[in-house]
């Protein structure tokens, strides 16, 4: 179990430090375009993106693949 966290570039991460990075990075207009959601584009807030990226396993992908996207 240890060895297959220590792979994961995402241990230790959590869902908020990794949206805070993706908005600094993009912004929320260009964070839309990447990802097309409507809590990205309707009036975003770290909020309501956070409550729907919990609720939203395909959306919480779309957001950790581009994390891991422009951290390299």
């Not at 729907?52 to 390299?72: G, S």
Request: hydrophobic share 35%; net charge positive; glycine share 4%.
């Amino acid at each position: 179990m240890d060895k297959e966290q220590k792979n994961n570039p995402l241990h230790g991460k959590t869902l908020e430090a990794i949206l805070q990075h993706l908005v600094e990075y993009y912004g929320w207009q260009e964070l839309g375009l990447r990802i097309r959601i409507r809590c990205f584009t309707d009036n975003p807030s770290m909020q309501s993106s956070l409550k729907f990226l919990r609720k939203t396993p395909w959306a919480r992908e779309k957001v950790e693949t581009l994390y891991l996207e422009c951290a390299d």
